[in-house]
């Protein structure tokens, strides 16, 4: 089951034995910074019947819950410049099918000019563990014997620091739901790096949806 405090963990589930047991010590209270760069973009193509402002939002990862936070953060991030957009999480529950008969009947349901997927696409991942050298403080004082001081010696060890670094790829198309063909896509990869004392578990997912969504509005998607 997913940390719901860290949403990072469930973005880049793995099916992997290697890779499941790296993601499930993510969960155990690692958090992360991040930084993502769009590294390839397909323009809007010149038959697209955009500006689009009725948009079905979905994410196709393994992990439910992974799906839930970034279809909210971009539906969030799309209502900021005026889109409508609805989650496809909010329409279904983890039973249903991730089925293109399911997206279809929300589509028409909504009556949606536009659906935008996101699929993990690579994940690379590389674990490193250091050792932390230890800390010590001295208290000395007098005694009532003359030259004698009484030292006290504390020494904490900090534990081993367990670094975790990924690279992690979503691909993203929009599609026209009157043609149902793609219309626009953008490629991201997202560097992170997860300790046990860095905070910003949301910051991936923040990045990706700001990212997709400032490059739909500056290639005249929106």
């Known amino acids: 089951m997913c940390d719901h405090a860290r949403p990072l963990r469930c973005l880049?589930?793995?099916e992997t034995v290697t890779k499941n047991f790296i993601f499930a010590c993510l969960a155990l209270g690692l958090s992360a910074c991040a930084s993502t760069q769009v590294t390839k973009v397909q323009n809007l193509s010149p038959s697209a019947d955009a500006p689009y402002d009725n948009i079905l939002v979905i994410a196709l990862f393994q992990s439910y819950?992974?799906?839930v936070y970034l279809e909210k953060e971009i539906v969030a991030k799309l209502a900021e410049r005026g889109v409508t957009a609805v989650a496809s999480t909010s329409k279904m529950t983890p039973k249903v099918p991730a089925s293109r008969e399911t997206f279809l009947a929300m589509v028409d349901e909504l009556g949606s000019?536009?659906?935008?997927?996101?699929?993990?696409?690579?994940?690379?991942?590389?674990?490193?563990?250091?050792?932390?050298?230890?800390?010590?403080?001295?208290?000395?004082?007098?005694?009532?014997?003359y030259n004698?001081?009484?030292?006290?010696l504390e020494e904490y060890v900090q534990p081993q620091y367990i670094e975790f670094k990924h690279s992690i790829v979503l691909a993203t198309q929009l599609y026209s739901a009157s043609t149902r063909e793609p219309v626009w896509a953008i490629e991201s990869n997202s560097k992170i790096v997860d300790t046990f004392d860095r905070p910003g578990g949301m910051t991936v997912i923040r990045d990706e949806a700001k990212a997709i969504t400032s490059h739909l509005?500056?290639?005249?998607?929106?």
């Open 113 to 145: 000019d536009a659906v935008l997927i996101t699929r993990l696409v690579e994940h690379d991942a590389d674990v490193k563990v250091k050792d932390m050298r230890p800390k010590s403080t001295y208290n000395i004082t007098p005694t009532y014997y």
């Open 65 to 67: 819950d992974a799906r």
């Open 148 to 152: 004698v001081w009484n030292v006290e």
């Open 217 to 222: 509005s500056r290639d005249g998607a929106l």
């Open 12 to 14: 880049v589930e793995i």
